[in-house]
């Protein structure tokens, strides 16, 4: 079976800040790596995704996440983020034909 | 396409009642997914289905929890009695041609169970 962590369940930032929302996984098979945001009283849309190839993946939106196989994680990270980025974000784990997320880390931004 | 689309939005039901959650694919998707969320668990796989099989249905609670796709436009999450400590958020989602592909989700069903 795989698992998914995310550390900080609440993560405060000063707006134009950098943000790097932590991601760790478990699995016993590869697996592909995602990152899904929630706005409030909306469904998970998908910020971006690592299936294969180069590690360093980028969302429109300037997310960025790097896939360190050797740390089994997936750090999500924005150099400077906006109030519009206000949400909550998962990390997922896909293996076995299916999606695993963490618990979510809710985003507050701070004028 | 309008997305995913989920009726009721919100449900308020007594202990004991049967609930009904209702869900409209993506037209052309071939696969379908039940979430629910709470504060406890988070994102739970409930079950899902491909070209309208059922094909994992392991986070299933238990047998009060039944799913049916009958067809490729329409499914159904049924609780029969349900209990308070099923309330909860209840997302349908649904991806193109497999479950790594990019699932789009429903508004939700938000169901409170008193």
């Known amino acids: 079976a795989q698992s998914v962590t995310q550390l900080d369940s609440q993560v405060p930032v000063f707006e134009e800040a950098p943000v790097e929302l932590r991601c760790n996984y478990s699995s016993s098979v590869s697996v592909y790596l995602f990152w899904y945001v929630q706005y409030p009283n909306q469904g998970l849309q998908l910020l971006l995704k690592?299936?294969?190839?180069?590690?360093l993946v980028e969302s429109i939106n300037g997310f960025e996440a790097e896939f360190n196989k050797s740390q089994t994680s997936f750090h999500l990270r924005k150099p400077s983020v906006h109030i519009s980025d206000t949400a909550e974000y998962f990390c997922a784990v896909g293996a076995n034909e299916k999606l695993t997320f963490g618990t979510g880390t809710r985003l507050t931004i701070i004028p | 396409d309008a997305g995913v689309i989920q009726s009721p939005r919100h449900e308020v039901t007594e202990m004991g009642q049967e609930v009904t959650l209702r869900c409209k694919p993506i037209s052309g998707h071939d696969y379908l997914f039940w979430y629910r969320q709470t504060m406890m668990r988070g994102l739970e796989l409930l079950i899902y289905f491909n070209n309208n099989v059922p094909i994992d249905d392991s986070g299933m609670p238990e047998d009060r929890f039944s799913a049916k796709m009958p067809n490729a436009s329409f499914s159904t999450l049924k609780i029969q009695p349900s209990e308070p400590r099923d309330s909860a958020v209840y997302f349908c989602?649904?991806?193109?041609?497999?479950?790594?592909?990019?699932?789009?989700f429903g508004p939700g069903t938000r169901l409170t169970v008193t």
């Open positions: 989602a649904s991806s193109f041609d497999s479950p790594y592909s990019e699932q789009y």
């Open positions: 690592y299936l294969s190839g180069s590690t």
